[in-house]
């Protein structure tokens, strides 16, 4: 009887020592789909794991954490920085995933994932690294000449696998999709904010980053306050602009056929003006990187007509006349008459016209084909054009 007590506690023991066997370190495991990754700051992570244990086991809670030492973890759902930010899932086939919604740089740090059984715990390691990462335009050089070249990279402090880098210029969207921009040769076109991001995530920008583009005065132009006819004794203000990176350092004016500049400033006015300063204006604009000349603008100093007590005349100027009539107002002359009867000749017409052509352009200062002859003096061609206009019909 002794004997089979003995038997029987014999095949409990190894019984039990069968059990513990089959419990041994390779039934218990958790397999985590990466070591480490890379995530964008402000975007959503998901980091993945399967686990095993032996059969007959129940499991009763797992989670993730990071603090906390391996046999006494804090669950990361109880940490505060993390507040509404986590979600679990687990599945039928052993699987769990942590899921990380707007993502902090205070997030970079090494995941576990730990689980309980009804009679065991275990924690996976090494866990997951996780870095996030912002981004940051990195420019080469920062300040680039008209013509030169500058690189642009979208930086981040680890490697972003398997994404498309897009890029902005004041907003707007390039055509680039690299990590890296080249731009060469760089114009004044390219002068503006740059920023990146990944293509998905197009709302996660980079800060903006100025590319500073220096180039020689264009565009140089001429204008006129007031526009319009300029008339003897008043005053305009000619205003020069021109378009350079850094601003024109000096304008100065010159007048066409006048070797000497005029003045110097981005204004030139001139007061109480008269038929001596008509002419042809132009400006040159000047900085570090070079000078450029504007197109010309022309003066056009017109007649002066007084209205006084008792009193009226007309300065004409040059170009116009009243025919000696001063207190006519001046018109501009015209050096080619219409014919007073089109298809019509009359003795000595021809010989009329050809003089009256060659005394206007002597009066408009103008030149002609041929020596000219005296001029007529305004009375004597005022008489001249009288009696043309006055002759022609009698001779219907």
Known sequence: ???????????????????????????WGVTYYTESTCALKGSTVELSCTYKYPSGQQITSAFWFTKGPNDNPVNLINETNYKDRVIYHSDDMNGHKLTINDLRKSDSAVYKFRFFTDGYKYTGLPGVNLSVTDLQVNMTPATVTDGGSVNLTCKTTCTLIGHTYIWYRNKQLLTNQEVSLHLNPVSSEDAGNYSCAVKGLESLLSPEKKLIVTYAPKNTSVSVSPSGKIVEGSSVTLTCSSDANPPVEKYTWYKKTVTSPKASGQSYSITNITSEDSGEYYCEAQNQYGRLNSSTLSVDVQWLCHNLIGSYWCQCSSGSTNYGHKGTKCVELSCDPQEAQPGKTFPGLGSLMSLV???????????????????????????????FFTLTPSLQ
Request: charged share 20%; with cysteine; hydrophobic share 40%.
């Open 1 to 27: 009887m002794a004997l089979a007590t003995k038997e029987c506690l014999l095949v409990v023991f190894l019984c039990s020592l069968t059990v513990v066997l089959g419990q041994g370190q390779d039934d």
């Open 357 to 387: 052509r060659k005394n206007c352009l002597w009066l408009r200062n103008s030149s002609t084909s041929g020596p000219l002859g005296p001029p007529l003096e305004e009375d004597v061609l005022l008489k001249v054009r009288y009696h």
